[in-house]
C-alpha cells in the first residue's frame, strides 16, 4: 500500500490541497484512519497540543519521513527514514 494518494504525488498539489484545507504554520498532518494512505478525505491537520504524546510524535515524525524521502528529502533533524 502507498503511504500517500495520486492527489499528494506532486509537492505543489500537496501544498495547494494543504493551502485550502486549514493548514496554519505549526500544524502537524494526521491520517484519521492509519490504515488507509494519506489522502485528502483521510487527513486532517492538528496543533502540536492537540496531539501531544511520544507514541502519536514518533509515528508522526515517521510518517513525515517516509514523505521526506519520497521527494528526496533528508528526514527530520534528530531522526531516521526507518521503515
Known amino acids: 500500500m502507498n ?3 495520486a492527489e499528494f504525488e506532486l509537492f505543489p498539489d500537496f501544498y ?3 493551502m ?3 493548514y496554519e504554520l505549526g500544524m502537524w498532518l494526521l491520517r484519521i484512519n492509519g490504515e488507509k494512505p494519506f489522502s485528502p478525505d483521510n487527513c486532517e491537520w492538528y496543533t502540536p497540543g492537540e496531539r501531544d504524546n511520544s ?3 514518533n509515528n508522526w515524525n515517521k510518517s513525515v519521513n517516509r514523505i521526506r524521502k519520497y ?3 533528508p528526514p527530520l533533524e534528530g531522526t531516521e527514514y526507518g521503515d
Request: hydrophobic share 35%; net charge negative.
Open 71 to 73: 521527494y528526496g528529502m
Open 3 to 5: 503511504s500517500h494518494c
Open 20 to 22: 485550502q484545507s486549514g
Open 55 to 57: 507514541e502519536w510524535i
Open 16 to 18: 495547494n490541497w494543504a
